[in-house]
């Protein structure tokens, strides 16, 4: 029946989110931390149609632009003959078509670039997969309604699957770190940590991502990466190389020996770590603040000569870790890190704390009011 139909896809939907909620959570509760970068826009109509393109240079491109099309003609024959005598159905169906539609043809000229409209594009397709199979099964029977919808839902997503992966070069599927990643993470787990900050390229397209895995297992403080975080207002601290390096959303070879130094001293940086050649040559040039160290594998290794701490403000011995923050010896009054302010931190003992902008950063730093002179303190992370 019709109202249980309605019930059975409300249910299906709170499943979804319920099982979704472990990244749906902290996804809502950063939800400013958004960018109108032009990370994953929309590309228009055209791009949901010819996204795998009949000229697409594979057979799996081809083999998926032919099997997109016969489903979208199916599904079209098939919604149409729901509005003759499955009217709610319809509705329902041609709802969510008009969504899909809105969503990665339009959204990004409708100011909603932050919801990424291309990852819209496979989720659309299922729906069309489905509405496909249940037409092809009404008029060849019952039996096979559901063994042509599985088998629908399975073939078009791997075709789907394979030419986004193909277009998209995501991070290859592997359970194995790369040579040039093991060799690195031996590297800092043998004596290669450094105090301070290492500033790492953001080396990620084609490879595994392990810049937070190497955080959580060498307790290295980095900035850097992921590059999987451009979306992010953070993607300030991106350090992106290749033929034209970028960091601080400026190019590199832009910076002037003072101005540069003056970002390193901001975030506490020490080491520098780059595999891209043209990055290496530019920071070459920085010989006044930089020395060239022994290369660690594929990595080319600089040393910022001189060190700034880790306060803008105030003095004190800092020891971090993941969600947590030591101070120890702290001085009495104002005290400014050189960490990036979240709204789940607080201080044990508690103490006032807000965020404070340093330079072009548009995440804000760590500022305590220690008046009441508090010799240890305690930045922890509570979580949403």
Same mark, same amino acid.
């Given at each position: 029946?019709?109202?249980?139909?309605?019930? +059975?896809?409300?249910?299906?939907?709170?499943?979804?989110?319920?099982?979704?909620?472990?990244?749906?959570?902290?996804?809502?509760?950063?939800?400013?931390?958004?960018?109108?970068?032009?990370? @994953?826009?929309?590309?228009?109509?055209?791009?949901?149609?010819?996204?795998?393109?009949?000229?697409?240079?594979?057979?799996?491109?081809?083999?998926?632009?032919?099997?997109?099309?016969?489903?979208?003609?199916?599904?079209?024959?098939?919604?149409?003959?729901?509005?003759?005598? +499955?009217?709610?159905?319809?509705?329902?169906?041609?709802?969510?078509?008009?969504?899909?539609?809105?969503?990665?043809?339009?959204?990004?000229?409708?100011?909603?670039?932050?919801?990424?409209?291309?990852?819209?594009?496979?989720?659309?397709?299922?729906?069309?997969?489905?509405?496909?199979?249940?037409?092809?099964?009404?008029?060849?029977? *019952?039996?096979?309604?559901?063994?042509?919808?599985? @088998? %629908?839902?399975?073939? #078009?997503?791997?075709?789907?699957?394979?030419?986004?992966?193909?277009?998209?070069?995501?991070?290859?599927?592997?359970?194995?770190?790369?040579?040039? +990643?093991?060799?690195?993470?031996?590297?800092?787990?043998?004596?290669?940590?450094?105090?301070?900050?290492?500033?790492?390229?953001?080396?990620?397209? #084609?490879?595994?991502?392990?810049?937070?895995?190497?955080?959580?297992?060498?307790? /290295? /403080?980095?900035?850097?990466?992921?590059?999987?975080?451009?979306?992010?207002?953070?993607?300030?601290?991106?350090?992106?190389?290749?033929?034209?390096?970028?960091?601080?959303?400026?190019? @590199?070879?832009?910076?002037?020996?003072?101005?540069?130094?003056?970002?390193?001293?901001?975030?506490?940086?020490?080491?520098?770590?780059?595999?891209?050649?043209? %990055?290496? *040559?530019?920071?070459?040039?920085?010989?006044?603040?930089?020395?060239?160290?022994?290369?660690? #594998?594929?990595?080319?290794?600089?040393?910022?000569?001189?060190?700034?701490?880790?306060?803008? /403000?105030?003095?004190?011995?800092?020891?971090?870790?993941?969600?947590?923050?030591?101070?120890?010896?702290?001085?009495?009054?104002?005290?400014? &890190?050189?960490?990036?302010?979240?709204?789940? &931190?607080?201080?044990?003992?508690?103490?006032?704390?807000?965020?404070?902008?340093?330079?072009?950063?548009?995440?804000?730093?760590?500022?305590?009011?220690?008046?009441?002179?508090?010799?240890?303190?305690?930045? &922890?992370?509570?979580?949403?």
């Amino acid at each position: 029946p019709p109202r249980w139909f309605h019930v +059975q896809c409300l249910l299906t939907a709170a499943l979804v989110v319920a099982g979704s909620w472990g990244w749906l959570e902290p996804t809502l509760g950063f939800w400013s931390w958004n960018s109108t970068t032009d990370y @994953l826009n929309g590309f228009g109509l055209n791009r949901l149609f010819g996204f795998f393109g009949f000229w697409g240079p594979t057979w799996m491109e081809k083999a998926c632009s032919l099997f997109n099309l016969l489903m979208g003609i199916v599904a079209a024959v098939g919604v149409r003959r729901m509005w003759r005598n +499955q009217k709610s159905e319809a509705a329902f169906f041609s709802l969510w078509l008009i969504f899909f539609l809105f969503i990665v043809g339009f959204a990004d000229k409708a100011g909603m670039k932050s919801i990424h409209p291309y990852r819209y594009i496979m989720p659309f397709w299922m729906l069309i997969y489905g509405l496909a199979s249940f037409e092809i099964s009404r008029r060849l029977g *019952d039996t096979l309604r559901i063994p042509l919808a599985i @088998l %629908a839902v399975l073939f #078009g997503g791997a075709l789907t699957f394979g030419a986004v992966r193909g277009e998209a070069y995501c991070p290859r599927l592997t359970n194995q770190w790369p040579e040039f +990643q093991k060799e690195f993470i031996r590297y800092l787990e043998t004596g290669g940590k450094v105090p301070g900050r290492m500033l790492m390229e953001c080396r990620e397209l #084609g490879d595994p991502h392990y810049m937070e895995y190497l955080a959580f297992r060498t307790h /290295q /403080q980095f900035l850097g990466g992921p590059f999987g975080a451009y979306f992010l207002i953070s993607k300030f601290t991106l350090f992106v190389t290749g033929t034209r390096p970028v960091i601080f959303e400026r190019f @590199l070879k832009d910076f002037d020996e003072k101005e540069f130094k003056d970002y390193l001293d901001l975030y506490n940086v020490s080491r520098i770590a780059v595999t891209s050649s043209q %990055a290496a *040559d530019l920071l070459r040039k920085f010989n006044g603040i930089l020395i060239e160290s022994p290369s660690v #594998g594929s990595y080319r290794m600089f040393q910022v000569k001189e060190l700034s701490g880790w306060f803008v /403000q105030g003095t004190g011995d800092v020891d971090a870790e993941l969600d947590r923050i030591r101070i120890h010896g702290a001085s009495p009054g104002m005290l400014v &890190l050189k960490y990036h302010w979240i709204s789940t &931190l607080k201080t044990v003992p508690s103490l006032p704390m807000k965020p404070v902008h340093l330079k072009d950063d548009p995440v804000p730093f760590i500022q305590i009011d220690n008046d009441s002179g508090a010799k240890d303190i305690e930045i &922890l992370n509570e979580g949403l």
